[in-house]
């Protein structure tokens, strides 16, 4: 017997990075830093706080990037996943990102 799963899987494959930002959700803001990216989501560590629940319509502002909008998919323990928004201006921005700037970011491997 087989077992289906109704589950999301993820479309677009992960770069790692490290970008400083700002997240901003309603009137809140909270500086953070981009742990990994993708053509569609955004993973990011939060360095203050911020109370933006799953479905939250956020903006994440970086030198880099610029003003993306997105929407939270998950937030825990002061990480967020955020799903892109799909419009023309958001996907000229990523194409250019990973066109000219980004550096995929590897583990340090101690000895």
Not at 32 to 43: D, F, Q, W, Y
Not at 71 to 81: A, E, I, K, N, Q
Request: net charge positive.
């Amino acid at each position: 017997m087989q077992s289906k799963l109704a589950m999301e899987v993820r479309k677009a494959q992960r770069s790692r990075c490290r970008l400083n930002g700002k997240v901003r959700h309603l009137n809140q803001e909270a500086e953070g830093r981009i742990l990994n990216v993708s053509r569609t989501g955004i993973a990011i560590e939060l360095k203050g706080r911020l109370h933006a629940s799953t479905g939250s319509n956020v903006l994440i502002q970086t030198d880099d990037i610029g003003l993306i909008e997105g929407t939270v998919r998950w937030s825990r323990s002061g990480y967020l996943g955020v799903q892109i928004k799909q419009n023309s201006n958001t996907l000229a921005q990523m194409s250019a990102y990973f066109r000219n700037y980004h550096k995929e970011v590897r583990p340090v491997l101690s000895r």
